[in-house]
């Protein structure tokens, strides 16, 4: 799994890509996480999240969110992305771990929002393809 | 007739600095674009232009969606987009009007002149950065429960007033005297007054800064002189919006409207302008909503403001009442409201004016100007970027005829992010603005300091050119920065 910084005029754009989605989820976190802080230290505590959306994209978009309120509400800043996805009937959920390092110890700028704008979530040859555009 | 092709949207010229794209497809209203043909070069580098397209096709949206000369690709919905939408058989729209809900700036002024700051500004621009939070997890001016982010939902700048963050003057000068009668904190989310609770006074980063600058010239002296402006005064910029709280109304609805009401969302190009239809429990419950996040901004620029005159008042020795560091205007420039406008065939009708990066530019004798502006318009506080002047405008005579009352709201980026740090290191900028401009800045991130270099913006003096041109906002008033802090 991969992912990379793309050029948008205000805001910032993550691609990223995974043998599968659940590597495609965790990437783009992880992706996420680089757009605000590029030196991040070791320490911070795994902590778990979990959403459920009624599709593949709105989950995507969901998590990216609910990662984004628990850096606010915990102060920190979610690495170390790991996520599980799975689909019950037109339910779809994620269940999640990240590694929250705290704040007040990186500098960091914030991303303020995930957007559906020009998202791509698709399954490719090699795998998973995603493309987020961030609020920053 | 002239035209300009933009790599396959081909635009008509109206008249000078006018450009309509014609309505097709499932647009319901032509687009315009008001530019000069230097700033539409630079427009049509990016999805600016299809994103204008797109955003025509909201239903009920009335004359044309417009883009201001400082447009710039965002997401969904341009920024720097202007769309009047029927508030009885159109919709309103989260994307349109953005996540940074009340996203805006003000302006205080002093009777200090520049001398009195000279020498100074590096213990100024010390003791602001130190006392007035910034940066990612940098905390609020205030720490608050629940009952308290209730209350400032509710009654925005008038709690503050309460709390004695205010005094009743700041209320007079701004937009709504601070306060939206429609805000309903019962339709902000738990999680969204979770992400509000410990950043009431805060800058956040990205583009928002705090700045001290200095007037340098003055276009049109009874104006200025009603703004209470001359040249050489010291005046202190704030721009900053209602951060995580704000920025949590907008995902919530946007996912609750693209659940109830994808017909709706089937007829437009893009998912990010997921929108409720006049009328509809979303399309009330969100604008009771977004007034509430429009009220938390209005006191998270308050509250930012009353700390820098504390921070005034030890430096230079003085209370802020002898400095005259008066509240000047805060305008919005991410907000949607109800306002009665003149549409097509001569019709009055009550419209959702999403402005996003765009400001509210109403002329003289609107009854929502301020009576301390009713004479001379509402004043327009238009931020350049570090290295560059900031404009003060006044709401012009074209405004209602042309724009819905808007104009534009800042230079408008030109370079991407990525791109900015790659050609700038945020030491060396922060160097140069010192040595070269007198400019002093302090930021948590050399990044940001890099990813908002004067380089990367598009050229404030012709955006504000063009609104002079064009009438929509005249200009009064030129300042230049002094000390600069930010995220």
């Known amino acids: ?136 | 007739m002239t035209t300009y092709d933009a790599d396959g949207i081909t635009l008509e010229k109206v008249r000078d600095y006018v450009w309509e794209i014609p309505q097709e497809g499932g647009m319901n209203a032509p687009a315009r674009v008001l530019a000069s043909e230097a700033l539409l070069e630079e427009i049509e580098q990016d999805k600016t232009l299809q994103q204008l397209k797109n955003s025509a096709h909201l239903p009920g949206v009335r004359k044309h969606a417009i883009c201001m000369p400082d447009g710039h690709q965002g997401y969904g919905f341009p920024v720097g987009g202007v769309a009047g939408i029927d508030a009885e058989d159109g919709c309103i729209s989260p994307g349109a009007v953005g996540y940074d809900v009340n996203c805006g700036v003000r302006m205080m002024t002093t009777n200090l002149s520049y001398d009195d700051v000279q020498g100074r500004e590096e213990e100024l621009v010390n003791n602001l950065f130190e006392n007035i939070p910034s940066g990612l997890g940098g905390g609020g001016v205030v720490e608050t429960g629940m009952d308290t982010i209730e209350a400032i939902l509710e009654r925005g700048m008038d709690w503050a007033l309460e709390a004695g963050w205010a005094v009743e003057d700041d209320l007079a000068h701004c937009e709504d005297e601070g306060f939206r009668p429609e805000a309903d904190a019962d339709k902000v989310s738990k999680k969204a007054k979770d992400r509000g609770k410990n950043q009431v006074g805060s800058l956040g980063s990205g583009n928002h800064f705090l700045e001290v600058q200095r007037v340098t010239d003055v276009y049109r002296e009874d104006v200025a002189d009603s703004f209470g402006l001359e040249p050489d005064q010291i005046v202190v910029l704030i721009h900053c919006g209602s951060r995580g709280l704000g920025h949590q109304v907008c995902t919530d609805y946007l996912r609750e409207i693209e659940q109830a009401h994808q017909g709706m969302l089937n007829q437009l190009p893009d998912k990010e302008l997921a929108a409720a239809p006049a009328g509809s429990q979303l399309a009330e419950d969100y604008y009771g909503a977004m007034c509430a996040a429009i009220n938390y901004a209005w006191v998270n620029r308050q509250l930012i403001m009353h700390r820098t005159r504390q921070v005034f008042e030890r430096v230079f020795d003085q209370s802020w009442q002898e400095m005259e560091m008066d509240l000047l205007y805060d305008v919005a420039h991410n907000i949607a409201k109800k306002e009665v406008h003149t549409v097509e065939g001569g019709e009055e009708r009550e419209l959702f004016v999403h402005r996003k990066g765009a400001t509210r530019a109403f002329p003289a004798g609107r009854e929502e100007v301020p009576p301390a502006y009713n004479d001379v318009g509402q004043p327009i506080i238009i931020p350049g970027s570090m290295g560059a002047g900031s404009y003060v405008l006044r709401g012009g005579e074209n405004s209602l005829a042309e724009t819905f009352g808007s104009t534009a709201h800042g230079a408008g980026r030109l370079m991407s992010r990525t791109q900015a740090k790659n050609e700038y290191w945020g030491e060396d900028v922060r160097d140069e603005l010192r040595e070269q401009n007198q400019i002093y800045v302090k930021a948590n991130s050399g990044a940001t300091v890099a990813e908002e270099a004067p380089g990367v913006y598009k050229d404030v003096d012709e955006v504000v050119r063009v609104s002079d041109a064009l009438g929509i906002g005249d200009k009064v008033a030129r300042t230049f920065p002094v000390c600069n802090i930010k995220g």
Do not use: Q
């Open chain 1, 1 to 136: 799994m991969s992912f990379d910084l793309r050029e948008h005029t205000a805001d910032v754009a993550v691609e990223a890509t995974g043998p599968d989605l659940d590597a495609a989820f965790a990437a783009v976190a992880d992706g996420l996480a680089a757009a605000m802080c590029e030196d991040v230290p070791d320490d911070g505590e795994r902590f778990s999240l979990s959403v459920s959306a009624e599709s593949r994209e709105a989950l995507l978009f969901d998590y990216l969110d609910e990662l984004i309120y628990e850096r606010d509400v915990r102060g920190v800043l979610p690495v170390d992305n790991e996520a599980t996805v799975s689909r019950d009937g037109d339910e779809w959920t994620c269940e999640a771990t990240a590694r929250g390092v705290p704040l007040d110890a990186i500098t960091a700028r914030e991303i303020k929002a995930v957007t559906y704008s020009e998202m791509d979530l698709a399954e490719t040859d090699e795998g998973w393809h995603a493309y987020v555009v961030f609020d920053v």
